[in-house]
T-cell receptor
Framework: AQSVTQLGSHVSVSEGALVLLRCNYS??????LFWYVQYPNQGLQLLLK??????LVKGINGFEAEFKKSETSFHLTKPSAHMSDAAEYFC????????????FGSGTQLTVLP | KAGVTQTPRYLIKTRGQQVTLSCSPI?????VSWYQQTPGQGLQFLFE???????NKGNFPGRFSGRQFSNSRSEMNVSTLELGDSALYLC?????????????FGQGTRLTVV
């Protein structure tokens, strides 16, 4: 079975500072990894995904993530935080060969301070 | 291109009643998945439908059921509602069934059981 751990349920950064949201996964087979963002009273919006190929993945709104197999990590970064980035972020994993099922981490609430 | 549409957005039901939630996927998408989101348990997979067949089911009691119609629209039903069923129910649609395909989420239905 696969699982996802997001370190830090709450992260605060100053506007303009680096954003780093941590995600570690556990999987016995090669995983597909996703980052989603959720704004209050909204659904989930896909930021980026890793399936195969390049391990550094660029997403929307200036976010990127690097797949590190040796560390079983898929941390999300953004060089400069913007007030509009304040939201909850979820890391998710699905397993190749399986049906369409995402296993989510517990989420990280990002606060951006002026 | 219209996104995933979930109706209704909000529902209040009484314990013991049953409820039906609706999801219209993105045009052309044949896979529909359902997730439950609660503060305590986070995001949990309920089930997935593809071409009117349930392909995968999460660890939920039989009170939770669903179906998919020939036009790919899906409904989920919860019978004998319990207070713990209060949650945001999210529907996601995907073009294909593979684990790598992107899931596009609706805005969810907020169910409150009193």
């Amino acid at each position: 079975a696969q699982s996802v751990t997001q370190l830090g349920s709450h992260v605060s950064v100053s506007e303009g500072a680096l954003v780093l949201l941590r995600c570690n996964y556990s999987s016995s087979v090669p995983p597909y990894l996703f980052w989603y963002v959720q704004y209050p009273n909204q659904g989930l919006q896909l930021l980026l995904k890793y399936t195969t190929g390049a391990t550094l993945v660029k997403g929307i709104n200036g976010f990127e993530a690097e797949f590190k197999k040796s560390e079983t990590s898929f941390h999300l970064t953004k060089p400069s935080a913007h007030m509009s980035d304040a939201a909850e972020y979820f890391c998710a994993v699905s397993i190749s060969g399986s049906a369409r099922q995402l296993t989510f981490g517990s989420g990280t609430q990002l606060t951006v301070l002026p | 291109k219209a996104g995933v549409t979930q109706t209704p957005r909000y529902l209040i039901k009484t314990r013991g009643q049953q409820v039906t939630l609706s999801c219209s996927p993105i045009s052309g998408h044949r896979s529909v998945s359902w997730y439950q989101q609660t503060p305590g348990q986070g995001l949990q997979f309920l089930f997935e439908y593809f071409s009117e067949t349930q392909r995968n089911k999460g660890n939920f009691p039989g009170r939770f059921s669903g179906r998919q119609f020939s036009n790919s629209r899906s409904e989920m039903n919860v019978s004998t509602l319990e207070l713990g069923d209060s949650a945001l129910y999210l529907c996601a649609s995907s073009l294909g069934q593979g684990a790598a395909t992107e899931a596009f989420f609706g805005q969810g239905t907020r169910l409150t059981v009193v």
